[in-house]
């Protein structure tokens, strides 16, 4: 169920053309990557049922998965609490990352000694 009208998506993009999407696997719980929607790409993710992204270094639109069968199917989209940022909750097929690893997410950085 749609709750929001596709063609009133402006809210989402007072800060810009770009708004910074996260998909997170309702499966397996983990941040699976970072990437940008436009109006077009969250159009077309609300009427399709999977992620639209718009590429930065590529200047287009990408279907996520379209070509590598690694498809994110969504189940919910939550946006925070100034509407410039959204939560994708998807379930994933495949890997996420373009490196071949399952998420985005595997360089730590930093770890506390603590337990």
Partial sequence: MIKIDINDLDKYF??????P????DVDTKTVLML?????ESLR?????GYTWYWSRSRQELWNKGATSG???KVIS?????D??????????????CHTGS???FFNEMYQSEED
């Fill in 102 to 104: 399952y998420s985005c």
């Fill in 77 to 81: 989209i939550y946006s925070d609490c």
């Fill in 44 to 48: 077309k993710t609300l009427e399709t």
């Fill in 21 to 24: 999407a996260i998909a997170f």
């Fill in 70 to 72: 690694h498809l994110q």
């Fill in 14 to 19: 007072q800060k810009g053309e770009l708004i």
């Fill in 83 to 96: 509407n410039d940022t959204l939560l994708l909750n998807v379930k994933q097929t495949g890997v996420a």
């Fill in 35 to 39: 990437a940008y929607m436009n109006r």
